[in-house]
């Protein structure tokens, strides 16, 4: 896969599970404080200094492991112990740092424009809300403004379950990309107190200069190991 696209979509898993709360401009109303306080449950892991794992899998057999470990000195605190792309592993290993150097220091950043939160339906103990996604910087603008949001709260305990950012309609991320699907999802689960990210799970499918076909599942589960 191209490498500039391999970051940006690594980018939106990166920012779905580092997601921060944003600041109101005006009051929210019942519903979207509801939902605020949900989001607010998940823990920071990297504000923390969690340790921990990133093993990901692709539909195609391709795999990845990373590990975060605060106690490394010096800088990074990331490994990337496998990988693959059709770029050179170097380049993949610097596009990887970029990102995760980013995204250390975007923890408290806007990922959710709170005023568009609205209750979409209630189904199978759920309560699944709409919001619009805000992006972080102008790398992310041209995936997150074609996203759609949606955010799953366990109807009796009001305990966030998952995010899912969704495409709208086909649109292209980059020149000579045209993205007909993207959904990715990001799961959430107690472990012990803290409320943290699971697993999360990107559908794309990609034709990149209106001849190769890009079409695969990739699954991301995340293992808290230490403190």
């Known amino acids: 896969m191209d490498a500039g696209l391999s970051a940006r979509l690594g980018a939106c898993i990166a920012v779905a599970i580092s997601i921060g709360l944003a600041q109101a401009a005006y009051p929210l109303n019942a519903v979207q404080e509801k939902v605020k306080r949900a989001v607010s449950e998940v823990a920071t892991i990297n504000d923390q200094c969690w340790a921990y794992t990133l093993s990901g899998t692709v539909s195609n057999g391709d795999s ?6 605060p106690s490394r000195s010096p800088l990074p605190l ?4 496998k990988s693959f792309g059709d770029e050179p592993a170097a380049t993949r290993e610097a596009n990887f740092q970029k990102g995760r150097a980013r995204d250390e220091k975007a923890l408290v950043s806007s990922a959710i424009d709170w005023q568009s939160v609205t209750l979409l339906e209630q189904v199978e103990g759920r309560n699944v809300y709409g919001y619009s996604p805000v992006a972080r910087d102008n790398e992310e603008e041209n995936l997150i403004e074609n996203l759609q949001g949606r955010l799953y709260l366990d109807a009796e305990n009001q305990q966030l379950q998952r995010i899912e950012w969704i495409a709208i309609k086909p649109f292209s991320p980059r020149l000579g990309v045209k993205m007909e699907r993207f959904n990715l999802q990001v799961n959430y689960q107690k472990i012990g107190p803290n409320l943290l990210p699971v697993a999360s799970t990107m559908e794309v499918k ?3 200069l209106g001849l190769k076909t890009v079409s695969y599942t990739h699954l991301t589960l995340p293992t808290i190991y230490s403190v």
């Open 78 to 81: 990331w490994s990337l112990e």
């Open 64 to 69: 990845f492991l990373a590990k975060r470990d």
């Open 206 to 208: 990609a034709v990149v």
